[in-house]
């Protein structure tokens, strides 16, 4: 589904690319924040994400998307 393809891609671009937090994406594209975290967590990406921003606990992390 082209739709479903694109969606799952502008979600994973402001996780990864844009810094954006899970609740942050899910209130920009005005989706449930379960809907962005089965897609965020289901990427195969992810497993190393969390790895590494547990051993930096990096905080104050700013969203950079922009309309």
């Known amino acids: 589904n082209k739709k479903f393809s694109k969606m799952k891609e502008k ?3 402001l996780f990864y690319k844009q810094k954006c ?3 942050e994406i899910a209130e920009k594209l005005k989706l449930t ?3 962005v975290s089965q897609i965020v ?5 992810y497993p190393d994400f969390k790895k590494e921003k547990l051993k ?11 309309k």
């Open 33 to 35: 924040k379960s809907y």
């Open 21 to 23: 937090t899970q609740k």
């Open 41 to 45: 967590t289901k990427d195969e990406r």
């Open 56 to 66: 930096n606990n990096k905080k104050n992390i700013i969203c950079k998307y922009k």
């Open 11 to 13: 979600i994973l671009e």
